[in-house]
């Protein structure tokens, strides 16, 4: 059997009682640094073209980076084209910094420091692997060896910027697979790297701790970030940074949890495209803290563009259920869930603290409609019925009805197996309640208050049918109109349920009426809206008696 787990050890974890992660808050936004056109870029089947990338690097600059790794310009020409590009047509603002990647060999770096030569700010970043699986199986060095790589790159990177001053230089040094390494190993390596930099004499120095491959949970990442913060010297003077990629799925936790352990910086890409399941989502990340209050100090409210921009570069979807991104992440289909979002809707006014259920932020930050909140199939219940038509039509309707007409959109949806949009619901409502049967409408109506109740003279009737007059007596003109029913169909018709509302000025009709009758054991409903609420309440009647008058001659043909 080639499944089988005992193939695999546990994840080391790191033992570090005093861990104070846990008890840390988030409180501001990380300085962001997005390497969606290197590390991105690099796991693409079709990897970008100077034409995409300067649209990407655009839009990077538009929302709000202020640190970009740009490429791979000692690996790819593509890559050295576009920082020459970004530098001669000088694309990159004041405040941007270009970041660009190399390994730790003397002619890469050489020709990483040609590649952004006259950038006004540049980050020159190199890494070497750090693990024993790295150290031992790849590239055969004991750990003095791994850090003397380490050292070497650094002092060519310092040499080499010294000899570009025009260029104010940041230097990021990276151990690459620091998550599977010896996090002690990993201090001294940072250590001996930052004696080369000094940034305690100005140096703008940035140690990025990678999780290359996540192989722990994200406890164990932020443990071993904390020893790192704790441990290295001239940690004030240095910015930490971490870099998580997305195996076992907790890429924005680890980054998170770094953060609470001391990281100053995260890398990430938009959407989270990288190498295997990706590098952490910055988009994720990001608006995890904007949901907690926090200014992300990128402008995701451009979340449409961003996705669009993303999915032309990079020929990858977005899953439809990405956090905060996909097309149905603001979407209800569970009738409790649609009725709990209408509630807290309703209540909810603009300079309220968001606490709407189910909905974590608000859509229309993200520019996303309302009307995406609540989508009708199969699974929701009257709240989603009631929501759509209030929303898209302004109908209000009774509890009774919600219930009634959510049903009848039920069997629909089931029926259909798919979504019922809000046009079909309205035309259930049109058909099943507020159609006016033939020879059904009222036409006019003339009541007359005296001792023994109201007397009422109807006439109904439509352009196929003769007038025709009703006339009754009881306590009100809904029990005259029902006395006169019964007198003439022999029933013994029964209001079960009425109700009726005035609407707003600004509607054609100014009554609503909504009623169920019952004549032997069968029950009916009908909506109608007239010009005042006797009318409404007539007519409502009216039509649902003529459905019944109709279901009777369908029964006894
Ligand atoms: O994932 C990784 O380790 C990297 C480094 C080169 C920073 O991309
Ligand atoms: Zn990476």
Not at 147 to 153: G, H, L, N, P, R
């Amino acid at each position: 059997m080639s499944f089988d787990h005992r193939k695999y050890s546990p994840f080391v974890t790191v033992d570090k009682p005093d861990r104070k992660w846990p008890s840390r808050r988030i409180e501001q936004a990380p300085l962001w640094a997005a390497v969606d056109l290197r590390d991105g870029n690099q796991a693409l089947i079709k990897p970008m073209s100077v034409a995409q990338k300067k649209r990407f690097f655009k839009l990077l600059v538009e929302v709000g980076f202020k640190e970009i790794e740009v490429g791979f310009p000692s690996g790819s020409q593509i890559d050295f084209d576009f920082c020459r590009a970004l530098i001669e047509e000088d694309l990159v603002p004041d405040d941007v910094h270009i970041q660009v990647l190399t390994q730790s060999r003397h002619e890469l770096i050489e020709r990483t420091f040609e590649a952004v030569r006259g950038a006004r700010n540049a980050i020159v970043h190199i890494y070497n692997a750090t693990s024993p699986t790295f150290r031992d199986q790849v590239f055969n060095v004991d750990k003095e060896g791994c850090k003397a790589i380490a050292v070497q790159a650094a002092t060519w990177v310092r040499d080499m910027a010294a000899q570009q001053p025009e260029t104010h230089w940041s230097f990021e040094y990276s151990p690459e697979t620091f998550s599977a390494t010896e996090t002690d190993f990993a201090v001294e390596v940072i250590d001996a790297v930052n004696e080369v930099w000094r940034p305690d004499q100005g140096q703008r120095v940035i140690i990025n701790l990678p999780a290359t491959v996540e192989v722990s949970t994200p406890n164990v990442f932020a443990d071993q970030v904390e020893i790192v913060h704790e441990n290295i010297r001239y940690r004030e003077h240095v910015l930490i940074s971490v870099h998580t990629h997305n195996d076992r799925g907790c890429g924005v936790a680890a980054a998170e949890l770094s953060m609470m352990a001391g990281a100053d910086r995260v890398e990430g890409t938009l959407l989270g495209n990288g190498e295997r399941t990706g590098n952490m989502d910055l988009v994720t990340c990001g608006m995890n803290l904007y949901a907690q209050g926090i200014d992300p100090l990128i402008d995701f409210s451009r979340m449409k563009e961003i996705v669009q921009v993303v999915e032309e570069i990079t020929d990858i979807p977005t899953h439809p259920r990405h956090p905060y991104a996909g097309d149905l992440v603001f979407t209800a289909f569970s009738g409790s869930h649609q009725d709990a979002i209408r509630k807290c809707l309703g209540l909810y006014k603009p300079g309220d603290i968001w606490r709407v259920a189910y909905l974590p932020i608000d859509p229309a930050d993200l520019n996303r409609r309302y009307e995406e909140v609540v989508r009708i199939n199969s699974q929701s219940g009257k709240g989603g019925v009631t929501h759509v038509l209030e929303r898209d039509y302004g109908i209000s309707l009774p509890r009774w009805l919600q219930q009634e007409m959510a049903k009848l959109v039920q069997t629909d949806a089931e029926e259909d197996g798919g979504e019922i949009d809000s046009r079909r619901v309205h035309q259930r409502f049109n058909s099943d309640y507020l159609e006016v049967p033939n020879g059904w409408t009222l036409r006019s109506y003339d009541l007359h208050r005296g001792e023994e109740g109201v007397q009422a003279q109807i006439s109904i009737g439509d352009q196929r049918s003769p007038v025709t007059v009703l006339s009754g007596r009881g306590e009100g003109a809904v029990g005259a109109l029902v006395e006169s029913l019964n007198r003439r169909h022999g029933w013994q018709l029964q209001v079960e349920a009425f109700d009726e509302y005035s609407l707003g000025d600004n509607t054609e009709a100014n009554a609503m009426a909504c009623v169920r009758v019952q004549v032997g054991g069968h029950t009916q409903s009908a909506v109608a809206l007239a010009a005042d609420t006797t009318a409404a309440a007539l007519q409502a009647i009216l039509s649902a008696a003529g459905r019944m008058a109709e279901a009777q001659a369908r029964k006894s043909a």
